[in-house]
């Protein structure tokens, strides 16, 4: 059988691909939009409103009732789910979901005539979980680097990140010390679906568990001393961290009534990011993804484990064998669509017309688009900064310079991996823009790909199933799910104009957002 099922559950929607391997196609897409579809848990962008803006949490029950109903919804299309023969899936990172010791038995004991979310309720030992945007744990993060200091990054990947899970962990079990001691077993939002679809508690891979400033890069294992800074007895209520290319559990008889075939194999769920290095084909070293969302990042292999040091980079398992960086800039869409409003003109102009009516180097204009707090380089308070006056500069010219600018950022934040990219792959909307794909291979001189992939995410968990089950090889599937559509090959001759404007780029960026020291 070449049917293969990849579920990801992102942070506003739960969807899933069925994919027929045979045929290289994706046969079934359904989506659940947690605002449209599931009002009743009031969270129209993913999380419960707070007034604190740095809190962001979310209802795990939520993610279960858009799993029920993605899973309906493929039933009802008439999606052929009697022939998959097996699952894996995809997690928005570094959330956690704190469950107590009833959570093996309701699993065990799943009732297809019920919903997940009602049977499920009762083992939540922390009734709201933290995502990936909650940035509350300034004080816990500021505590590891006090005990660790760069030792936490060597041996990680990362330094002490507001949004990884560790210091959520600390803080949880700081202020809520009963509920922690409740808490039996501490999963991913990856691993938690995994465990719900096997029916029994699954293990934490690689990929995924490297986003919690606790898995030893260089031994795969848990680190005790992290573990046990972070919150008493953490170590315990660790599930495994695995390899994701075998599987680790079988189907639950629940979803029996969606049309699956109990007993099919459930591979170990991954994070949103390492399950898109797959989905893009970027699992060799050498092919780097550049996904031009409301924020940008940056994901390539990495045969060999390094790390950035200046703390912006981040080092994940990768699915595929080995490690993945990954590199987060706040300010992607958003910047560009404050400089198109502010500049009057409408998309066309942005995308393609400026950069027409503009020369490459446009004089040598840089900004700092820090419109909202920047990640990379890390920067607290918002502000754009110019070489230039802008209201001097014409609207092409403004444009051509958030452009350039942030190009120059992407490949100046990207060289500690030592890396020669040979290609690199562009997904997200602003990757339609023909002017900026001709920016990013003439700053980085490496072709720039298009590929015809949506959700990379979910379409990486399916690939992952179909390797791990079907003994399909990676080369082999993104032959066929992940071809290129078009190519920008870079100009050599101006390899030295953009070199110049990197070191100016970089000289600019030190002056005026601290090299990276939060100013």
């Not at 309701?106 to 009732?111: I, T, V």
């Not at 019920?114 to 309720?121: A, F, N």
């Not at 953490?234 to 979803?255: E, T």
């Amino acid at each position: 059988m070449s049917f293969f099922l990849g579920i990801d559950a992102g942070t506003q929607s739960v969807k899933a691909e069925l994919i027929d391997v045979g045929r290289g196609e994706i046969v079934a897409a359904e989506t659940v939009h947690f605002g449209r579809e599931l009002p009743e848990y009031g969270s129209p962008n993913g999380f419960v409103p707070n007034p604190d803006p740095k809190v962001r949490m979310a209802d795990p029950l939520m993610w279960l009732d858009a799993l029920d109903r993605v899973l309906e919804k493929l039933r009802a299309s008439g999606a052929p789910l009697d022939r998959v023969a097996g699952i894996s899936g995809s997690g928005q990172q570094h959330g956690s979901v704190c469950l107590n010791r009833h959570f093996r038995q309701l699993l065990a004991a799943l009732d297809p005539a019920k919903g997940l979310s009602e049977q499920l309720r009762p083992a939540l030992a922390r009734r709201l979980a933290p995502i990936w945007m909650d940035h509350s744990t300034g004080a816990e993060c500021a505590e590891l680097d006090d005990r660790f200091g760069t030792r936490l990054q060597k041996v990680t990947g990362s330094p002490a990140i507001e949004r990884f899970t560790g210091p959520q962990l600390r803080r949880f079990a700081r202020r809520e010390p009963e509920a922690w001691r409740e808490t039996a077993e501490v999963h991913l939002v990856s691993s938690f679906l995994a465990s719900v679809l096997a029916g029994k508690s699954m293990p934490v891979d690689f990929g995924d568990g490297a986003g919690m400033n606790l898995l030893n890069l260089e031994t795969l294992e848990w680190d005790p001393e992290f573990a046990d800074f972070t919150a008493p007895e953490l170590l315990r209520k660790l599930p495994a961290a695995v390899r994701s290319d075998l599987p680790a559990g079988n189907l639950s008889a629940y979803f029996a009534k969606f049309g699956l075939t109990p007993g099919i194999p459930v591979v170990p769920f991954s994070g949103d990011n390492p399950n898109s290095l797959v989905g893009t084909g970027a699992t060799d070293p050498g092919t780097a993804v550049i996904s031009l969302g409301t924020s940008d990042t940056f994901f390539a292999s990495m045969p060999r484990f390094r790390t950035d040091p200046d703390g912006c980079g981040h080092v994940f398992g990768n699915p595929a064998g080995g490690f993945m960086s990954l590199i987060c800039f706040a300010n992607g869409s958003l910047a560009r669509e404050r400089v198109r409003e502010a500049c009057g003109v409408g998309f066309d102009f942005f995308d393609r017309t400026a950069c027409e009516i503009t020369p490459p180097g446009n004089g040598g204009k840089l900004m700092l688009p820090y419109f909202e707090p920047e990640i990379t380089p890390p920067v607290a308070q918002p502000r754009v900064h110019c070489n230039f006056d802008p209201d001097q500069a014409s609207p092409a010219e403004r444009t051509r310079a958030v452009l350039e600018s942030q190009a120059l950022s992407m490949r100046a934040h990207s060289e500690w991996q030592q890396e020669n990219f040979t290609r690199i792959r562009v997904t997200g909307g602003a990757s339609r823009s023909g002017a900026f794909r001709r920016i990013l291979a003439d700053v980085f001189q490496s072709p720039i790909e298009t590929i015809a992939v949506t959700d990379s995410a979910a379409l990486g968990a399916a690939l992952r199933a179909a390797n791990a089950i079907g003994g399909y090889p990676f080369p082999e599937l993104y032959r066929k799910f992940c071809a290129t559509v078009e190519t920008v090959r870079p100009v050599p001759e101006r390899a030295a104009l953009y070199g110049e404007m990197l070191r100016s780029f970089r000289s600019f960026e030190a002056a005026h957002a601290g090299a990276g020291s939060g100013k």
